[in-house]
Structure formats: C-alpha cells, structure tokens
C-alpha cells in the first residue's frame, strides 16, 4: 500500500519527484528495493525507502517486483 501513494497504483505516478516503475525488469526492482533496505542507495528519499521497506521480507519484495514489472 505505502508503495501506491508514491508511485501509483500501476507503477505511474503524476509527481515527477517519484519514478514510474510500471514494466521495469522484476530483477532490478528487487536489487533496488533491497538496496534501498540495505541502505545502500543514496539520494533525496533514500531514507524514506528505507523506512517504507524495512519490514518487508524478500518474498515480499519478489512479490512487489513481480506485481510492477507486469502492472500495466
């Protein structure tokens, strides 16, 4: 859900501070939300992706990939 208010239901947002992720690559979904968990990535809301995925599970993050990489 917190995934939503960000990056929209399917994966494209209006706000242009938010990247569209609808039809990325599952894999590279994955890699950056576990990076974003691991706090490996940087950046203006790096630290609010932290937060957001922090008590997610990778079965979960395999799931959220799997749901924008084919979201349309």
Do not use: W
């Not at 917190?2 to 239901?9: A, K, R």
């Not at 997610?56 to 749901?67: F, R, T």
């Amino acid at each position: 859900p917190s995934c939503v208010y960000c990056h929209g239901t399917n994966g494209i947002t209006d706000n242009t501070s938010y990247p569209n992720i609808q039809g990325q690559d599952p894999t590279y979904l994955f890699n950056a939300m576990k990076a974003y968990q691991n706090g490996e990535r940087a950046g203006p809301l790096a630290s609010m992706m932290q937060a957001q995925l922090q008590k997610l599970s990778d079965d979960d993050l395999k799931d959220i990939a799997a749901y924008y990489s084919e979201s349309q």
